[in-house]
């Protein structure tokens, strides 16, 4: 392991750290009648790798001085919203997943009608977080900043669902390339984007620069890593996925390595990154936590 | 039928009139794929009573010269919330119900997954909504009351989906009257609240006395409507209910009737209304919109 992947990787254990602590504070902020309660903890505290919250954090370390709580609270929101999406994923009608995180999925543990209660109170729990006055302690951030907030995170929820379906509808069919990046760019990019959009508006206003490059960015690096995704669910083992591997080949699913081969779709992965880091160079050294993870993703193995 | 009834069965009609529109052009401007897009205007479009934009809009109309916009969007978010939670309610794995306002369930029209994936698709589009230009002609609303709005939103969304267990919990169990008005306060009681008090925060300001006088109001008529709800539920028909009559018996479900017996349940009904109609004398004759609706809710026969 070179050592840039070892800092990285330690940057990504104290996002982990943090996120883990704030999504606990949001969690036992709310009252939830058992067994929903319990669903709701398991889904959100088994942990995972937390990419959207990192990326919001590194994201606001583009500028000192920012008010974090509307940080803090967006990465709770935006991670809300991914476990969600997760434990309606594995549902069986969904890709009746038995295993997520190494542990027995939500529905699994829990029973399907909570599982999918679960996943829709999350929902809403995130648009309340961001509503909140949460982890505040100056004063209140200004009106049209968290509007912008919601609007990000709720446009990207609809557009993970979109690509659920465009995912679902071509299992087992042909895709091109541009089809598959349509897919992925709802999927998964929606949601890693606005990760990074919700806490640029935070910290940038409309007329910067910034924002664009960030866009971009964004854009970049939520394909890289779903094109990443694509590659370790063959390479990677079941015990180091923490979910069943091969269950893309098993289910005839369009992937990157399917469409293209295996080594092309690495290539295509580093030529992502290639493009993000390129977008970054913008912010020059400010984006030092960005440059971090972005290493992380390109490096994982998991 | 009394002239009393005829008068307030008009009133509704034309709210179902416009709502039923600006749902409409609502859905036509996001871009979905099918076949999730025929699943969302299946379980937005069939129709029902949309008591809840009705609310909205009687609710406005306390005040003239209201931006008429931002209620309209309340009143098709709320709607979208609400049928978000019909088409999850409806699946197998919760009350697996095959009949709704006369017409197949979402999943039986389009498949489980594909209602999964309606329903949380609803919810995010219900805070676009929210969140968005659609209807506005003036200038924009000010984000304190969009801000507000979503928090209204937001809260009653979760404390619905915490009703909802809360009442899978109390199946085949004896539950007090207090356990029962919990359950439905949270489980249809929010939804109707929030109709009214998305609407109220865009009229009123803050330290206006209307404020808590319709939340009164929302209290009142929302345990209103459930009762009503648990009385049909075992006088009406599966006909003119449009969904499978004596669904609670089979369930054993905790309802009113079964508590108090369904006298007593009629007298509690019309005690809550005359609450309600109780809180609307502040508005004296500002509150004819509310006063039909609240008529209308307390003869309705389905």
């Known amino acids: ?30 009252s939830i009648p058992e067994p929903l309660k319990g669903a709701v903890y398991h889904a959100v505290m ?10 919001c954090y590194a994201t606001a370390a583009l500028k000192p001085n920012t008010n974090f709580a509307a940080v803090r609270r967006a990465a709770v929101a935006i991670e809300f919203i991914h476990c969600y999406s997760l434990a309606h994923d594995d549902l069986p009608c969904m890709d009746n997943d038995l295993l997520r995180r190494g542990q ?19 929902q809403s729990m995130a648009f309340e977080v961001l509503g909140s006055r949460l982890f505040d302690q100056g004063p209140a951030v200004e009106a049209p900043i968290i509007l912008k907030q919601m609007q990000i995170l ?4 609809s557009k993970m669902v979109n690509g659920q379906v465009l995912d679902l ?3 087992g069919k042909h895709v091109s390339q541009d089809e598959l990046e349509n897919i992925h760019r709802n999927k998964t990019g929606a949601l890693i984007s606005a990760a990074i959009m919700m806490a640029a ?15 971009e960015f964004g854009l970049a690096i939520g394909l890289a890593f779903q094109v990443q995704d694509d590659i370790l669910d063959i390479i990677a083992d079941t015990e180091a996925l923490g979910k069943t591997a091969g269950k893309d080949q098993q289910v005839d699913k369009s992937t990157y390595p399917a469409l293209m081969g295996l080594d092309q779709a690495q290539a295509y992965a580093e030529e992502l990154h290639a493009q993000a880091l390129q977008a970054l160079d913008y912010f020059a050294e400010d984006a030092a936590e960005l440059l971090k993870i972005t290493q992380f993703l390109l490096k994982r193995q998991s």
Chains 1, 2 share one sequence.
Request: negative net charge.
């Open 169 to 171: 509808q071509a299992e």
């Open 104 to 122: 027995p999925t939500c529905h699994v543990a829990f029973g399907e009608d909570t599982a999918l209660l679960a996943g829709d109170i999350l």
């Open 46 to 55: 088994l942990g995972g790798k937390r990419v959207r919250p990192a990326l």
């Open 154 to 157: 709720a446009t990207a929820t």
């Open 201 to 215: 508006v935070t910290i940038f206003n409309g007329t910067d620069q910034a924002i664009p490059k960030l866009r």
């Open 1 to 30: 392991m070179s050592s840039l992947t070892d800092v990285s990787t330690h940057a990504l254990t104290e996002a982990q750290q943090r996120i883990q602590q704030d999504l606990l504070t949001a969690l036992d902020a709310f």
